[in-house]
Nanobody, 125 residues
Framework: QFKLVESGGDSVQAGGSLRLSCVYS????????MAWFRQAPGKEREGVAA???????SYPEAVKGRFTISKDHAKNTLFLEMNTLKPEDTAMYYC???????????????????WGQGTQVTVSS
C-alpha cells in the first residue's frame, strides 16, 4: 500500500521559514507526479507546488519565489521549502501523489488520488 506521511509543520512569525517533509513508502512504482496542497478553514484545498518525473515544477503566483518543491529519491522524501512566510500561508498542508511521468494540470486537486494526513502551518503577524 502506498503511503504518504507529512511532517515539519509549526507555528512561526511572519517572515520566517519552514521546511515540510513528506515520506512516501509502499508501492512507489511510477507515482512520479507529486505535489503540495494547503487548506485553510472555510476555504478550498489549493495546490501550492508540484513536481513531475523530469523535475519540472509548478507554482501558483501566490507562492512563486517563496516556496520551493524538491524530491530526494534516495530517501523517498518530498520537500517543501517555504520562505518569507505570511499570515495568509496559515493552513493544513497536504502531500499528494499520482501515477504518470507528467500530468496536464499539476496544481488541480482532482489530479491526485493519494493523499497524506496533513501537517499544520501557522504564521502569526
Amino acid at each position: 500500500q502506498f503511503k504518504l506521511v507529512e511532517s515539519g509543520g509549526d507555528s512561526v512569525q511572519a517572515g520566517g521559514s519552514l521546511r515540510l517533509s513528506c515520506v512516501y513508502s509502499g508501492d512507489t512504482v511510477t507515482r512520479d507526479c507529486m505535489a503540495w496542497f494547503r487548506q485553510a478553514p472555510g476555504k478550498e484545498r489549493e495546490g501550492v507546488a508540484a513536481i513531475d518525473r523530469y523535475g519540472s515544477t509548478s507554482y501558483p503566483e501566490a507562492v512563486k519565489g517563496r516556496f520551493t518543491i524538491s524530491k530526494d529519491h534516495a530517501k523517498n522524501t518530498l520537500f517543501l521549502e517555504m520562505n518569507t512566510l505570511k499570515p495568509e500561508d496559515t493552513a493544513m498542508y497536504y502531500c499528494a501523489a499520482e501515477y504518470g511521468a507528467r500530468v496536464p494540470d499539476p496544481l488541480r486537486r482532482s489530479t491526485y488520488t493519494t493523499w497524506g494526513q496533513g501537517t499544520q502551518v501557522t504564521v502569526s503577524s
